[in-house]
């Protein structure tokens, strides 16, 4: 098993920046990828950004926040932080943190790979 716990969400206005963090505990050494993704009220849930997990050499992002946003893992805190910069109010969703075993490249937007999420947390971004 593995748990994860997000933190970081609040309230900004448009052009502003947050930080997003994602502590993961439990069989860490399993998890080959992890992963943002973002849910708008009456939208599906979203891939927002992914980094591999052993080495975070590999990172992906959506078309949607490419430039904006930037994904990093810490192995030693076992964490993963997702940096919003230029924040837009369609930016506005419920952001979780996830984790797989079994994504590859071409998965790594696919939310069904993942095993394991977080709880989630507001962002919202006002104009």
């Known amino acids: 098993q593995v748990q994860l716990v997000e933190s970081g969400g609040g309230w900004v206005q448009a052009g502003g920046s947050l930080r997003l963090s994602c502590a993961a505990s439990g069989r860490t050494f399993g998890i080959r990828t992890m992963a943002w993704f973002r849910q708008a009220p009456t939208r599906e849930r979203e891939f927002v950004a992914a980094i591999t997990w052993s080495n975070g050499l590999n990172t992906y992002y959506a078309d949607s926040v490419k430039g904006r946003f930037t994904i990093s893992r810490d192995n030693a805190k076992n964490t993963v932080d997702l940096r919003m910069n230029s924040l837009k109010p369609e930016d506005t969703a419920v952001y979780y943190c996830?984790?797989?075993?079994?994504?590859?490249?071409?998965?790594?937007?696919?939310?069904?790979?993942?095993?394991?999420w977080g709880q989630g947390t507001q962002v919202t971004v006002s104009s």
């Open positions: 996830a984790a797989s075993w079994t994504t590859t490249s071409q998965t790594v937007g696919v939310s069904r790979r993942y095993d394991y």
